[in-house]
């Protein structure tokens, strides 16, 4: 039995673990793969102290720091299940059982895609999801932002001040942004938006993005637009499905957690993307873990069991 199991690899997970085995607690992660989203990023600029690193070093660097202290890692492996009875209890798809005093939720969150022709092929050559991220890199250039809620257009105002044009593209035919959002970008003199625009293909060179194509749904005539980068953002969606009903969730399927890191279930801890903390970056995510991990600390030594 573990005193704390992490459930995540990624930077929130990594985080927690170091924490846990710090305090000579008695610690596993389970992941389905090691590293996280962290693995599929190309350029990572903004991690303080190391001015430009790569996703598989920096995934490399996270393990081998987890790996130097006794942590049972169990890779590959998907958690189903969780549910309590005194201990916490992880249910595996793989069948087996995993008894806890403590469980640090940290399963991370994926981009939702638009699924078109070209946005695979030149994912990190034009095709970005992270404007706090990849914003920079597209300096003196024109890029689109694929959605017209809140995300978008505050990824719209904030590319706009780096780069040289933004259009904006909504599906609908209304922003579902805040007024003061659409306000402040309209206000922008190098942002147009373009509503009941149907995103149709991301068009590059064989090397890197060049343009797109999209549909005017109210005319059904295909359009061409050039441009270097396109952010697409309609949506982070946590990986929280399988613990519907068992924790209190944002109607976003965010974990709701408290400044500890504390979960609606006693004993239950959560960080990172997963979580209802506001801004998903690695920085973020770590800080959210080492508290997790505190908490879990703090829970436990109240417990008189460890
Ligand atoms: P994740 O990194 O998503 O890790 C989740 C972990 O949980 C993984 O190990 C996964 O395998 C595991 N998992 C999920 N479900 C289960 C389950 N049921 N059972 C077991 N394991 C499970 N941030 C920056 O700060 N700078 C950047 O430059 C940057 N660039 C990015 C580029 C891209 C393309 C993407 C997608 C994201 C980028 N981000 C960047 C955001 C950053 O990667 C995330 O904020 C960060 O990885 C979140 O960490 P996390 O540990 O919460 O979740």
Known sequence: ?????????????????????????????????FGGQVAETVGIENFISVSKTEGPKLVANLESHVRDYDVDIMENQRAIELTQDGKIK????????????????????RWREMNVPGEQEYRGKG???????????????RVAVIGGGNSGIEAAIDLANIVE??????????LRADEVLQRKANSMGNITI????????????????????????????????????????????????????VVEMTERGEVIVDARGQTSIPGVFAAGDMTNSPYKQIIIAMG???????????????????
């Open 194 to 245: 373009i509503t009941q625009a149907m995103t149709t293909e991301v068009l590059g060179d064989g090397k890197r993005v060049t343009g797109l194509q999209y549909t005017d749904r109210a005319t059904e005539q295909s359009h061409h637009v050039e441009l270097a980068g396109v952010f697409v953002q309609i949506g982070l969606v946590p990986n929280t499905e399988w613990l519907r009903g």
């Open 90 to 109: 992880l249910g595996l798809e793989n069948g087996a059982e995993l008894k806890s005093q403590s469980v640090i939720l940290a399963t991370g969150a």
């Open 127 to 141: 095709v970005a999801y992270c404007p706090h991220c990849d914003g920079p890199l597209f300096k003196g250039k």
């Open 288 to 306: 959210s873990g080492a508290t997790a991990s505190l908490g879990a600390f703090d829970y436990l030594i109240r417990q008189g069991e460890t």
């Open 165 to 174: 044009h933004v259009t904006v593209l909504e599906f609908d035919s209304k």
């Open 1 to 33: 039995d573990f005193d704390v199991l992490v459930v995540g690899g990624g930077p929130a997970g990594a985080a927690a673990a170091i924490y846990a085995a710090r305090k000579g607690l008695n610690t596993g992660v389970v992941a389905d793969k």
